[in-house]
């Protein structure tokens, strides 16, 4: 099965920069990589996605970079905001060809990103 | 708001006691997952539904009993849980199991004692 490792597990940054978070993933035939926010009290919510087609996306002050090659993507925030504190989760998800079964994504294990006022 | 709702958002209970968490989408959605969210722990995947059929149980103990009576509502059962049973549990929604978009409630709190 897939398996997915996340770093770093904190990340404290000044208000104003970037902020990178990296994650690996194992099985080549993961085709689908989202990026969840966490905040304390709510339920993960979807902030961007990429798919296998696509190298690189970006949305405003985010961006997901993607090398199957190395089988590893990238979360990338700039102009980092108080309001970007939380936990972020990749994850990945293989889409099976027969259409049937294991539709759940795999999750990394999440990065707390603290930003430094 | 995602569109998807849980009840009770924090429950507490003895390792004899019976209790149900619920969860309900209004996305129009047909798929429905429980994921179990474990401190330092990546999001465990439980169980999955489709059209109310279970499609998905990812070696779950017996002690969870999921329930899913229409596309719009997704149960899971407690009884006789163990404390490292204490977690937050997640439901998810999408709207079909092949799309890869999934929308998450705020989760229920759950303390076994």
């Known amino acids: 099965g897939e398996n997915v490792e996340q770093h770093p597990s904190t990340l404290s940054v000044q208000e104003g920069d970037s902020a990178v978070i990296k994650c690996t993933y194992s099985?080549?035939?993961?085709?689908?990589f989202p990026w969840y926010k966490q905040e304390l009290g709510k339920g993960p919510q979807l902030i961007i996605d990429?798919?296998?087609?696509?190298g690189e996306k970006k949305d405003q002050r985010i961006a997901v970079t993607l090398n199957k090659t190395a089988k590893h993507f990238s979360l990338h925030i700039t102009e980092t905001q108080p309001e970007d504190s939380a936990v972020y989760f990749c994850?990945?998800?293989?889409?099976?060809?027969?259409?049937?079964?294991?539709?759940?994504?795999?999750f990394g294990k999440g990065t707390h990103l603290i930003i430094q006022p | 708001e995602t569109g998807v709702t849980q009840t009770p958002r924090h429950l507490v209970m003895g390792m004899t006691n019976k209790k149900s968490l619920k969860c309900e989408q209004h996305?129009?959605?047909?798929?429905m997952y429980w994921y179990k969210q474990s401190a330092k722990k990546p999001l465990e995947l439980m169980f999955v539904?489709?059209?109310?059929?279970?499609?998905e149980n990812n070696s779950v103990p017996s002690r969870f009993s999921p329930e899913c009576p229409n596309s719009s509502h997704l149960f899971l059962h407690l009884h006789t849980l163990q404390p490292e049973d204490s977690a937050l549990y997640l439901c998810?929604?999408?709207?079909?199991?092949?799309?890869?978009?999934?929308?998450f409630g705020p989760g229920t709190r759950l303390l076994v004692l």
């Open positions: 998810a929604s999408s709207q079909d199991p092949h799309q890869e978009t999934q929308y």
């Open positions: 099985d080549s035939a993961s085709n689908y």
């Open positions: 990429i798919r296998s087609n696509v």
């Open positions: 994850a990945a998800r293989e889409r099976e060809a027969s259409g049937g079964g294991a539709d759940g994504l795999t």
């Open positions: 996305l129009g959605h047909n798929a």
């Open positions: 539904y489709n059209f109310k059929e279970q499609t």
